[in-house]
């Protein structure tokens, strides 16, 4: 996730509708030559290969500024994007971190009323996700989700807004690309993205990923197991014949699933 606070500003230009064109049309090129490519298909004469179009897109992007830009209307503050579209109307009395245009799209914004933080969508309509009860609201790098904090406790919700896990947590302590693990007290538990935001309350003494490619283990009164597909414990050796899936391992056909 790309995001960066208002006063986190970088000395580029601001990107404008052009240069998003223009972004828009290496995506074309790159997405050609990505097939051509894949079908051992010679390119055109002075057709760049698929490694060089991606080289010069992400080259063009770091040259300028792409996150969304603040504006203030009768004491109230709003966001658009570099392409000039409203996203959050000026109605609000601050804003959270700024998304970048390439990176970020069209996820959720984070707007501030009367010091409280609320999740909004980034349509121009200032429709809520949220009620504007958290105390802050984080994007966090494995996207659908956000870190929220009340009271003083964490918790993760969804980017249309539904609590996942409750306020009650004290640490995210790891994020790989479809787990994350949290503690309370000296409890931890697991949120499984690729299983239906399958979310584990904290209740292990440990949770750990050996590698990427198996599913984490978890350690309850000494015992090490893992967990299925329905959030239930099962120790080492029970888990040697299961055929479903395991909370944690790789799966092709949802880890990259919006």
């Keep these: 996730m790309s995001v960066k606070t208002e006063i986190n500003i970088e000395n580029k230009p601001k990107a404008t509708m052009k240069n998003f064109q223009f972004v828009e049309n290496l995506d074309k090129l790159i997405d050609v030559a990505e097939k051509k490519e894949e079908g051992n298909e010679p390119l055109e004469d002075n057709r760049r290969s698929f490694y ?24 109230k503050y709003g966001t658009m994007d570099t392409t000039g579209k409203v996203l959050l109307p000026a109605q609000y009395d601050g804003i959270g971190e700024l998304c970048h245009k390439i990176y970020c799209g069209n996820i959720p ?28 609201i984080s994007y966090m790098l494995i996207e ?4 929220v904090k009340k009271d003083g406790k964490l918790g ?14 004290d640490e995210i302590t790891h994020a790989n690309g479809r787990c994350i693990v949290f503690r309370s007290g000296n409890k931890y538990g697991v949120l499984d993205r690729t299983c239906n935001d399958l979310y584990i309350a904290p209740q292990y003494d440990k949770v750990e990923f050996v590698d990427m490619e198996q599913p984490c283990t978890v350690t309850k009164d000494d015992v090490e197991g893992v967990i299925n597909e ?3 414990f099962m120790t080492c ?4 014949d299961y055929e479903g ?9 949802t880890f990259f699933k919006n």
């Excluded at 050796?237 to 040697?240: D, N, P, R, S």
């Excluded at 899936?245 to 056909?253: A, K, Q, S, T």
């Design 230 to 232: 329905s959030g239930d």
């Design 237 to 240: 050796e029970e888990a040697l």
């Design 144 to 147: 659908p989700y956000y870190t």
């Design 156 to 169: 993760i919700i969804g980017k249309d807004g539904h609590v996942i896990a409750p306020c009650i947590l």
């Design 109 to 136: 914004r984070v707007a501030k009323l009367n010091g409280k933080a609320g999740l909004v969508k980034p349509d121009g309509s200032g429709e809520a996700l949220t009620p504007f009860v958290y105390d802050s």
């Design 245 to 253: 899936y395991l909370v944690g391992e790789y799966n092709p056909d």
């Design 52 to 75: 060089d179009l991606v080289m010069i897109r992400s080259r063009y992007i770091d040259r300028y500024d792409w996150y969304d830009t603040i504006f203030e209307k009768n004491g």
